[in-house]
Every structure is written in structure tokens, then in C-alpha cells.
């Protein structure tokens, strides 16, 4: 033998000897293996106690590694001067070392992205591609490939399988799958495909391999924030209370936006606007719905005008009123940002915040001071004089 794999070569050598007492003529040496070459012999007669040596070769085939094996059986026949023919036969077995392997290698190729973001989201269909190798040196058969994953679509192979692979045949499958809810709330998909296969020597090798395809949220990532203030109460108790809504990113905000301020009974609500903005009012409670979209950046602004209930309230006393933004089609990144307040205190001067009550007090005693003074400056005029 010079070689185990397919397309070595075996050489083999037939040793014929007459083993008897005469001489043997027309000695002949033959071989059933098919493939094996016409058999080379230097001669045909042999006296008592001689041999000859003759020989062939054989390449080895696939079948041959296959079973793992090459058997054969060659027989040698001598005519004797007189009498029946002699004949004997011998056999050879020459082991091939099989090794069945095989590999799988999954891997996720396209994203139709049918939402357009450029993104792996609910909804888009995956392309998966299942590469199956024979990676051994004996033929593989019923090699078939299956993946579990709910929703995945159904395989498409070529050759279509249960197929028969050779050393280093390739079958490709591919398959698609629709992203779901449930995945983009896992942020990834993750789904293990199997390959299986039989030989002749029993091994009946298989493989598996994991895809993880990440999945971003469809849903908008985005930062709203709400601020809050009062305008000073004016000479007619009106007070305006400003909402400003911002969108601090990175993505835009899709509406609706809702804004709701229940306000303290102390209010009177008089009137509420705001561009784009629709609102309602409903006893204490203004709510407000921004349908638009909200770009980065940008504000959207409420003014709710109000007065004071001066049964209710009196000067010195403090108004807070809070108002809240959502927005349920909206990710929120920070929802710290979604609740604002201000407070006002009735008897304060507008834009001074002087309370009224102190005023007067500082007056009264701007007045004792000067007539402190004028009188001292009297008394010190008459001293002079004398």
C-alpha cells in the first residue's frame, strides 16, 4: 500500500510457490476486485520448492473509505503433470482510517427593513443562510437540517435535502423570519439551527450552530421635559401660569403629547391656548393634546390665564400648581423632567417680590426716623441761638 485516501494507490504482491513434489505448468494468479490492474507474473511454470512473485495496483475510491475498508481475495491455479488441477486462494484487508465530519454555519445575510430606519425592528423580515459542509473523507446521506425557532419560515436547501454529500460537498438552506414585539422587548433574537447525517461506519456526525441578530426599539428614544412658571399677581388677581414642553432628544418626538395641570380651587380658570396645542377643561383639570410631531429642540407652549378666589384665599397665602407631560407612544429616557411646578404668594409686588404688608412697615419707620431728625435739628438751632 503507498497511500489511505481516495485516489491512492495500493500495490500488492501475490507470492505463488509450488509446494508439492512436481512440477506445475500453466500457473496462473487471478483477482475479482474491480479496479484492479491486469496482474504482472514473470512466469507461468514452477518446479517443486520454487516461487514467483506477481503484482498489481488498485486506486482507492470513495466507496472503498466509505465502508472503511478494501477487501479482496485473489486465488492462484498450477496444472500438475498428471490429474486434477491445484489451486489455493488468499485475502487481503486494508483499512482506510474513515473520519465523518461535518459543520454547520448559520448566519443572519439581509434586513428588508420594511420600516425604512435602518435598523433590525418589529416587523422587518430577517434572511437567514444555513451553509452545511462536508468537512469528512466519507460520503455523508440523510443529511438533514432543522431549526426550531417559532415563525421561522419554512427551508429551502439545494440539494434539497435529506441530501447526500460527498468530502467537501456543500448544501445552503435559507429561511426568513418576521422580528415580533416580544423580540424587540428582548432587544435580540436568538435562534440554534441542528444538522444531522448517517455513514457506513456508524459515527453519524452532527453539528449545531446559534444566530443572535440584535434588535433596536422601534419605539422614539426621547427626552421630554416640562417647565413651569407664574406670571405676578396683577391689580385685577389674574395670574397666567406658562407651559413650556421641550423635546431634549436625540430622537424626534411623535405625538400625541399630553399635558395635564389640575389646578388648586383657589383658580379660577379663564381661558387656556397654545399652537398646536388642543385643549379642555374640566372642573379643576386643563388637559392639553399636542398632535404634532416635536423636533429636537423645539418647545411647544401653553398659557392657562387664571384669577384668584379672594373667598378662598387672602394675601400672604402661597399657590402652587404642578403640571405633567406624557406621551404614550414615546420610549422615555428620563421621566425626572416629566413634572413641574411654581408657586405665587398673594400680596407680593409684581416683578419684586415685596410683600405689601412689609412695605408699609419699612414706611412707618422711614417716617419716625424723619421726624427724629427734624426735631433733633431743632434743638440744636435754639441751643445755638443763645
Known amino acids: 500500500t503507498s497511500g489511505t485516501d481516495v485516489g491512492d494507490t495500493l500495490l500488492y504482491e501475490f507470492e505463488v510457490t509450488n509446494t508439492g513434489n512436481v512440477t506445475l505448468t500453466n500457473v496462473t494468479v487471478t483477482d475479482p476486485l474491480p479496479g484492479l490492474s491486469a496482474i504482472s507474473c514473470p512466469g507461468t511454470t514452477l518446479a517443486p520448492g520454487e516461487f514467483f512473485t506477481c503484482t498489481a495496483d488498485y486506486t482507492i475510491t470513495q466507496a472503498d473509505v466509505d465502508s472503511g475498508s478494501v477487501d479482496n481475495t485473489a486465488q492462484t491455479v498450477g496444472q500438475p503433470p498428471s490429474g486434477s488441477d491445484v489451486e489455493d486462494t488468499d485475502s487481503h484487508t486494508t483499512s482506510l482510517n474513515p473520519a465523518p465530519a461535518i ?18 425592528t418589529s416587523g422587518d423580515t430577517l ?4 451553509t452545511v459542509v462536508n468537512t469528512g473523507n466519507v460520503t455523508l446521506t440523510n443529511v438533514t437540517l432543522a431549526d426550531s425557532m417559532p415563525g421561522l ?20 438552506c435559507s429561511a426568513t423570519y418576521i ?23 456508524g459515527i453519524n456526525p452532527s453539528a449545531t450552530d446559534t444566530e443572535t441578530v440584535e434588535v433596536e426599539s422601534s419605539t422614539p428614544s426621547v427626552d421630554l421635559s416640562i417647565a413651569k412658571s407664574a406670571s405676578p399677581v396683577d391689580s385685577d388677581d389674574t395670574v397666567v401660569w406658562t407651559i413650556v414642553v421641550s423635546n431634549e432628544g436625540p430622537d424626534v418626538a411623535d405625538g400625541p403629547m399630553v399635558v395635564e395641570d389640575t389646578l388648586p380651587s383657589a383658580l379660577v380658570i379663564e381661558g387656556v391656548s397654545g399652537t398646536g ?39 400672604g397665602d402661597r399657590i402652587t400648581n404642578t403640571a405633567t407631560v406624557d406621551a404614550p407612544n414615546i420610549d422615555e429616557t428620563n ?3 416629566n413634572e413641574a411646578s411654581d408657586s405665587i404668594v398673594l400680596g407680593e409686588l ?37
Request: negative net charge; glycine residues 6%.
Open 103 to 120: 459543520t454547520l454555519d448559520k448566519q443572519f445575510t439581509s434586513n428588508s427593513d420594511e420600516d425604512g430606519n435602518g435598523t433590525v
Open 127 to 130: 434572511t437567514y443562510e444555513f
Open 153 to 172: 419560515s419554512g427551508l429551502s436547501c439545494s440539494p434539497a435535502q435529506p441530501s447526500t454529500l460527498d468530502p467537501g460537498d456543500t448544501m445552503v
Open 179 to 201: 422580528v415580533t414585539d416580544a423580540d424587540e422587548a428582548s432587544g435580540e433574537v436568538v435562534n440554534t439551527a441542528s444538522v444531522t447525517s448517517e455513514d457506513q461506519t
Open 277 to 315: 396645542w388642543t385643549c379642555a377643561t374640566s372642573a379643576q383639570t386643563v388637559t392639553c393634546e399636542y398632535a404634532n410631531t416635536l423636533a429636537v429642540g423645539q418647545q411647544a407652549v401653553i398659557l392657562i390665564e387664571t384669577s384668584v378666589d379672594r373667598d378662598i384665599v387672602e394675601d
Open 335 to 337: 421621566l425626572i423632567n
Open 350 to 386: 409684581p416683578f419684586t417680590g415685596l410683600d405689601l404688608d412689609v412695605l408699609a412697615g419699612v414706611s412707618i419707620v422711614s417716617l419716625l426716623l424723619g421726624a427724629l431728625l427734624v426735631l433733633v435739628g431743632r434743638r440744636k438751632a435754639e441751643s445755638n441761638s443763645y
